[in-house]
């Protein structure tokens, strides 16, 4: 068992746990399309690398500087329905008018081997994962944009989406919004380092969890046998 200075994950991020020992938690990103979360996920990605992203699969068009395999998987309606017949996906969900999802298997192999997965999906996908066989790992956060004014600024600013395309997600955004109640945490993203440094925060306290440090009990164990030994 690591003590609390240790940087167990190897990345130079204190966990307080060892990677050997911890569970990975899914960490999952979720907001009306423009309040930041791809960014926020970005920083998060660039703190810690021992983080493994979901690459989702997606049959929308790649925007500029989108590649495929990083940023998303960019896939045919056809192959989309295969591997959710398959019973490929831990998610699925029809957003924007195309298919989008997270292939299970990267996301088991991470956090089998104690890695963190962080998600950018919608709130029918926090819902699935939720509800799937991994919910015992879910920390689930919701970022809110600091008003709709300053939404509908940044969608545009992003300036990688045609205008019929920003006023289709502007219509939706309130969707979006009003599945908060359902997220573990919630941010407002007004000043971008002040809400990074809040998620870096609540990432840190989870892994401290109980619940993600299944070396705690042999560790106690190992307390209990040297307290006896001291025992007159
Ligand atoms: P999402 O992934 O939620 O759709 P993005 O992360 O792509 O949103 O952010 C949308 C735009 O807003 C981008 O141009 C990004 O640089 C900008 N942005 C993100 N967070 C902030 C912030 N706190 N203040 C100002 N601009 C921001
Ligand atoms: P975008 O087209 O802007 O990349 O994403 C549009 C919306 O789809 C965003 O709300 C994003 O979080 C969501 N999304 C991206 N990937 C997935 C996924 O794998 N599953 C689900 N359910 N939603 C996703």
């Given at each position: 068992m690591a003590s609390n200075s240790d940087t167990g994950n190897g990345s130079g991020v204190d966990t307080g746990i060892d990677t050997g020992t911890r569970r990975g938690l899914l960490i999952i990103l979720s907001s009306p399309s423009g309040a930041g979360k791809s960014t926020l996920a970005r920083r998060l990605m660039a703190w810690d690398p021992s983080l493994s992203f979901s690459v989702s699969a997606t049959t929308r068009v790649?925007?500029?500087?989108?590649?495929?395999?990083?940023?998303?998987?960019?896939?045919?309606?056809?192959?989309?329905?295969?591997?959710?017949?398959?019973?490929?996906?831990l998610e699925h969900a029809h957003v924007f008018g195309h298919f989008y999802g997270s292939p299970e298997a990267p996301v088991r192999a991470a956090i089998d081997a104690g890695r963190d997965v962080l998600f950018d999906v919608d709130w029918q996908g926090a819902e699935q994962i939720k509800h799937s066989a991994l919910?015992?790992?879910?920390?689930?956060?919701?970022?809110?944009?600091?008003?709709?004014?300053?939404?509908?600024r940044r969608l545009v600013s992003r300036a990688q989406d045609a205008a019929d395309v920003i006023a289709g997600r502007m219509q939706k955004s309130w969707d979006e919004i009003s599945h908060w109640h359902g997220y573990d945490y919630v941010l407002v993203n007004d000043d971008l380092d002040t809400t990074f440094a809040r998620l870096k925060t609540i990432v840190a306290a989870?892994?401290?969890?109980?619940?993600?440090?299944?070396?705690?009990?042999p560790f106690i164990r190992q307390l209990q046998a040297e307290f006896e030994e001291e025992r007159p």
């Open positions: 790649p925007r500029p500087g989108e590649e495929d395999g990083v940023h998303y998987h960019f896939i045919s309606e056809a192959a989309f329905r295969q591997q959710v017949a398959d019973g490929a996906m919910r015992d790992h879910v920390l689930s956060v919701f970022v809110l944009p600091p008003s709709i004014a300053e939404l509908r989870e892994r401290l969890r109980q619940a993600q440090q299944p070396g705690l009990v």
